[in-house]
């Protein structure tokens, strides 16, 4: 069974700090997700990332992928206000359904 | 381009009683997926379709929960009777196809979900 665990599952940071998140999963998968969620909110897709070492940034938000370590990280630089949600990474498991992780609650504060 | 429709937005309803959400796709997505959300967890597939046909339904609690997908547009699921347990957000997605041969347009793009309580 595909496990997906994230760490840490809550976050208060302050404005202007750089910091990770970390997704790690349990079997082999080349194909990784990260969305965020707004409180009330549907998910909204941020990330997809497709081989080994595949690295993409959008802003102040960088993912990245390491296949063989079965990690992925993502990396917010110098945070804003605007950044506060709850993130997600996913990743595809059996017959392409998705496998999420418990979710990152991400605060950051003023 | 328009983008996954839900409805209702939300639903309150008492234990043993039944309940449909309906899902429209973005147009011409194949496939369609069915997941629920828990507070304060990450969303669980629970039926994946293509076209009209179901691909994993493995995590679907078959004895209260059905879908469908007639016709290989719309989609509704039901839950009868609900459980307090069964209190979450059911998100519908749809992709444009999916599949090893078609791994490029696998992009899941989700609704704004249905939240249902059971009290």
């Known amino acids: 069974e595909l496990k997906v665990e994230q760490n840490p599952l809550f976050l208060s940071m302050q404005e202007g700090k750089n910091y990770t998140i970390y997704c790690n999963y349990s079997?082999?998968?080349?194909?990784l997700y990260w969305y965020r969620q707004d409180p009330g909110k549907s998910l909204e897709s941020l990330f997809v990332l497709l081989s080994n070492g595949a690295v993409k940034q959008e802003g102040r938000l960088m993912a990245s992928l390491d296949t063989k370590a079965r990690l992925s990280t993502l990396h917010i630089t110098a945070a804003v206000h605007d950044l506060s949600a709850t993130y997600f990474c996913a990743v595809e498991g059996g017959a392409d359904g998705l496998t999420f992780g418990k979710g990152t609650h991400l605060i950051i504060q003023p | 381009e328009a983008g996954v429709a839900q409805s209702p937005r939300y639903k309150i309803i008492e234990k043993r009683q039944s309940v449909a959400f309906w899902c429209n796709p973005i147009s011409g997505h194949a496939t369609l997926y069915w997941y629920q959300q828990i507070l304060g967890q990450g969303p669980k597939l629970l039926i994946q379709f293509q076209n009209n046909g179901v691909v994993d339904d493995s995590q679907l609690p078959k004895d209260r929960f059905s879908a469908e997908r007639l016709k290989g547009v719309d989609s509704t699921l039901k839950i009868q009777p609900a459980k307090l347990e069964d209190s979450a957000v059911y998100l519908c997605a749809s992709s444009l196809i999916a599949g090893v041969l078609f791994r490029a347009n696998y992009e899941q793009y989700f609704g704004p979900g249905t939240r249902l309580t059971v009290t």
């Open positions: 079997t082999t998968s080349d194909r």
